[in-house]
């Protein structure tokens, strides 16, 4: 089992910045995976930004060269920094984890962004 508590969401202007954090606890040895989905109101949940244990990194094209994913495997938490934010990122933020052998996928709770002037 893993569990994963996202912050640092909120409302931002269009061209600004925002910074998500997740931390996670529970079984962190057996992580593949972690990163970040987000969902749009009337939209499928979409993947934006993963980094495997390795540093492998894998972004969505819609974000690629604003957004930053990070990890700090001393505090078990995983970053997004999101900069030049538009409206059309405007989202639900999900944490999330791809776990053991079996490759369990874990989410967290979300977190609001709303990019809007």
């Known amino acids: 089992q893993v569990q994963l508590v996202e912050s640092g969401g909120g409302l931002v202007q269009p061209g600004g910045s925002l910074r998500l954090s997740c931390a996670a606890s529970?079984?962190?040895?057996?992580?593949?995976?972690m990163g970040w989905y987000r969902q749009a109101p009337g939209k499928e949940r979409e993947l934006v930004a993963v980094?495997?244990?390795?540093?492998?990194?894998r972004y969505a094209d819609s974000v690629k060269g604003r957004f930053s994913i990070s990890r700090d495997s001393a505090k078990n938490t995983v970053n997004l920094q999101m900069n030049s934010l538009k409206p059309e990122d405007t989202a639900v933020y999900y944490c999330?984890?791809?776990?053991?052998?079996?490759?369990?996928?874990?989410w967290g709770q979300g977190t609001q962004v709303i990019v809007s002037s």
């Open positions: 999330n984890a791809v776990v053991g052998a079996q490759f369990t996928y874990y």
């Open positions: 529970g079984s962190i040895s057996s992580i593949n995976v």
């Open positions: 980094m495997s244990t390795g540093g492998s990194t």
